[in-house]
């Protein structure tokens, strides 16, 4: 991953810009405004993986599971090290009413980090809800 620090070193000024305004709107409150400018950061580098995984969980944090599991999904087939844009996924999938494609993405996750906590964690919530045959929006 990258990190803000990379961003000032690699000179990219208009995707550093972006993404810390991206964070700064995070901590207003304000998730549309983060989204918007987490787009224009993957928009002006479509290689940044970071863009997609905030991008992702602010989908998710603004109800859009099918957006964000495309990006997610994207951030996975650009860097498939990551295991928050696994965990995230599994998020979306659940929000989706799908337990299997959740618990696919977090043994994903764990393949990746075995006992990332999150993903543990998911491990349980993912298999009672494929033992109970619905995710979290088909209840």
Not at 27 to 56: F, K, M, Q, W
């Amino acid at each position: 991953m990258i990190s803000i620090r990379d961003l000032k070193r690699e000179g990219n000024k208009k995707l550093m810009k972006e993404f810390i305004a991206a964070q700064e709107a995070v901590t207003r409150g304000d998730l549309a405004g983060s989204a918007r400018h987490l787009e224009r950061a993957v928009a002006i580098d479509p290689g940044y993986v970071p863009a997609y995984v905030n991008l992702g969980a602010r989908y998710l944090q603004l109800r859009l599971p099918n957006r964000a599991r495309g990006v997610l999904l994207r951030a996975i087939e650009l860097d498939p090290s990551v295991p928050t844009a696994y965990t995230n996924l599994a998020v979306a999938d659940m929000h989706m009413g799908d337990p299997e494609g959740a618990a696919a993405a977090v043994a994903a996750a764990l393949k990746v980090a075995p006992g990332d906590p999150i993903a543990t964690r998911l491990l349980r919530a993912t298999t009672r809800a494929e033992r109970a045959g619905a995710g979290p929006t088909a209840r």
